[in-house]
């Protein structure tokens, strides 16, 4: 009896499983940030996007069609992907730096701006300038 039930439950397993082989699930595209999918239908298939952004070739950015979350799993683990997925997070935080760097400058700027207008608004001499940017 035990042993019956056992079969059937590893059974169900495997019809589970079996399911999953075949069956992209949405949910895979909140999971793994990197993942996007190309085409639909039978043609539907799992692209990378940052291997396909770092020019990288593999299964992944000429699209897999083994439906399993095991695949997605594996191909975090590889090197190619790992590299890529580096240089992806790098020229994030480039980006962001940069924004953020004009932005500080930017409101350097119209402090200064504002420094120099308010000298000539009221007639102050200009070398009093630097002494008010200190501030
Ligand atoms: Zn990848």
């Known amino acids: 009896m035990f042993v019956r039930c056992l079969i059937g439950q590893v059974a169900t397993m495997n019809r589970e499983k079996g399911g999953r082989h075949n069956q992209f699930l949405d949910k895979w595209l909140k ?10 239908g039978n043609d539907l298939s799992m692209i990378c996007k940052d291997c396909t952004k770092a020019g990288k070739k593999n299964a992944f950015t000429s699209g897999c069609k083994n439906f399993q979350r095991l695949a997605l799993v594996h191909h975090m683990s590889q090197v190619d992907h790992k590299s890529s997925a580096k240089v992806s ?5 480039f980006k962001a730096a940069s924004d953020n760097a004009s932005k500080v400058s930017d409101d350097s700027l119209v402090k200064q701006m504002r420094t120099a207008y308010w000298l000539s608004q009221e007639e102050m001499p200009p070398k009093k300038f630097n002494l008010l940017s200190c501030l």
Do not use: A, D
Request: hydrophobic share 25%; no cysteine; charged share 20%.
């Open 89 to 93: 997070l790098q020229q994030k935080n």
């Open 31 to 40: 999971e793994f940030g990197w993942l996007q999918t190309r085409g639909s």
